[in-house]
């Protein structure tokens, strides 16, 4: 099991654009993580009704069952 927390930045047109780890995991679950935000969609943030570019912090955790 383990955790990884990643920095997104999405442009204006929900376009990933850059991934920084900010809390990385043994076992490979760094990489897992990585990739597979880098094959998931986006969404652009908006503000006063205009799509802008933003940053979110997303938390991937890895349960083993």
Do not use: C, W, Y
Request: proline fraction near 3%; hydrophobic fraction near 45%; avoid cysteine.
């Amino acid at each position: 099991e383990g955790k990884v927390i990643l920095k997104l930045f999405i442009d204006k047109d929900g376009i990933l654009q850059n991934i920084e780890v900010m809390e990385s995991s043994e076992f490979g679950f760094t990489e897992a993580a990585i990739a597979a935000v880098k094959r998931s969609s986006f969404s652009p943030a908006h503000l006063n009704g205009k799509k802008i570019s933003s940053k979110a912090i997303l938390p991937v955790r890895f349960h083993l069952e």
